[in-house]
């Protein structure tokens, strides 16, 4: 029996019904491959802002450090804004926990048609691996001179050599056990400081990893061939700002933000990683038990596969691809009239059937994060 101490935040409105998902998913697959979890779950949120002026308590990363994993629900509440829900929960916890990779797998599932007509799926299967630590989301910066004609805002982007190194590192890594191929987002056309030093990084960890084809491309065109082509990329590595962009426009290439999971890495498993789905607390569905739990439950797999139980995580993903698939349960977002507590339950129903390790038509879904925590 392996045991995994695991904080649960689900923060606010769907995160609230999204986690209990979640959590039951990983019960039930922990009960079949010997995985003890021990849960502790933390009221943090906006809902806690409001009535105790913080979105954690002071001793917060402390009371997180001692667990192997962080699973999230989203944060968020209108009437607070977005940057206090920000910087007083998400940042801090990247930041502290030198989370600095942020992972997030793309694909085009059978059952989920892409807004795109070209993007099919199985052909669709990218990671994008955002820089999360540094880059444009910098706190050096500053106001000058508020309220005159000449008001200025200066806000500094930081790029070590370092940060970069180790993100490239990374993905030059993950594309080595994936199909082999490197993208690098850049803009050294334009942004003729950092973003030249960031190529000439990725160039030297390309000597490095001699079997990885990759190729650079600004950022402008490679949004552009998102669209036009997403089935040509693999791996996609990019500072903070143009991985933050490029991944919530391959979100909607893949067809729903709903389903789209992200993980925060501390590859060398120093601090906990923090895992978490792409989208936030969707106020306008919060309440009326119709979130679709993907990306949710999909990230709760990239967890189980940081912690090193690959063979759990697969059939974890393998449910989801079958769940949609069938689309019998799926919830309103994907175009169907199911709730989150059924599809939930058709997912665990489905998730029983997978004990025979090759169930027909479901091929088994990459493991971008596989190896995380052997890194
Ligand atoms: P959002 O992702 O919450 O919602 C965007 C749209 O997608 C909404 O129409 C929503 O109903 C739909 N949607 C999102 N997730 C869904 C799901 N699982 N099932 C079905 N439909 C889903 O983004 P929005 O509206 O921009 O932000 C709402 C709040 O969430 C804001 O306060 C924002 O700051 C916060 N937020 C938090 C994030 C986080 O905690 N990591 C990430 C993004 C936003
Ligand atoms: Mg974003």
């Given amino acids: 029996m392996t045991s ?14 999204v986690l209990p998902a979640a959590r039951q998913v990983l019960e039930t697959i922990g009960a079949r491959h010997a995985i003890d979890w021990d849960f502790q779950e933390f009221d943090w949120s906006c809902a806690r802002y409001l009535s105790e002026g913080a979105m954690m308590p002071p001793d917060g990363l402390d009371r997180l450090r001692a667990h192997d994993a962080i699973l999230l629900g989203a944060v968020g509440y209108p009437g607070v804004p977005d940057h206090v829900s920000l910087w007083g929960l998400l940042i801090p916890i990247r930041r502290a926990f030198r989370q600095y990779v942020n992972l997030r797998p793309i694909k085009v599932f059978e059952g989920i048609p892409s807004p795109l007509r070209g993007a099919l799926p199985g052909e669709v299967d990218f990671v994008v691996v ?154 306008d569905i919060a309440g009326k038990g119709v979130a679709n739990p993907i990306g949710a439950i999909w990230s709760a797999a990239l967890m189980l596969d940081h912690l090193g139980h690959p063979e759990a995580a697969d059939e974890v993903t393998a449910a989801i691809a079958a769940a949609l698939a069938d689309g019998s349960a799926v919830t309103p977002d994907l175009g169907g009239t199911g709730t989150t507590a059924g599809f939930t339950r058709h997912l665990l129903d489905l998730l029983d059937l997978t004990d025979a390790p090759d169930l027909p038509g479901l091929p088994g879904l990459p493991d971008p994060s596989r190896g995380g925590s052997a890194l």
Avoid: C
Avoid at 4 to 17: K, S, V
């Fill in 130 to 283: 955002r820089e999360n630590v540094e880059g444009e989301y910098s706190e050096i910066g500053g106001r000058l001179n508020r309220g005159f004609p000449e008001e200025m805002a200066v806000q500094e982007a930081v790029f070590t050599r370092a940060g970069v190194s180790r993100v490239v590192d990374y993905a030059f890594r993950l594309a080595g056990r994936r199909r082999g191929r490197l993208t690098s987002a850049t803009k050294s056309n334009g942004i003729v400081h950092t973003m030249p030093f960031w190529d000439e990084i990725v160039a030297e960890a390309a000597a490095a990893h001699a079997r990885v084809t990759w190729e650079q491309e600004h950022i402008d065109a490679l949004a552009a061939k998102f669209v036009l082509d997403p089935a040509r990329y693999d791996v996609v590595v990019a500072s903070n700002l143009f991985g933050d962009i490029l991944s919530d426009l391959a979100a909607a290439v893949a067809g729903s933000i709903g389903i789209a999971p992200s993980a925060n890495l501390n590859p060398e498993g120093e601090h906990p990683s923090m895992f978490e789905p792409v989208h936030g607390s969707a106020p």
């Fill in 4 to 17: 995994h101490r695991i904080a649960l935040i689900p923060g606010d409105g769907i995160g609230t019904e």
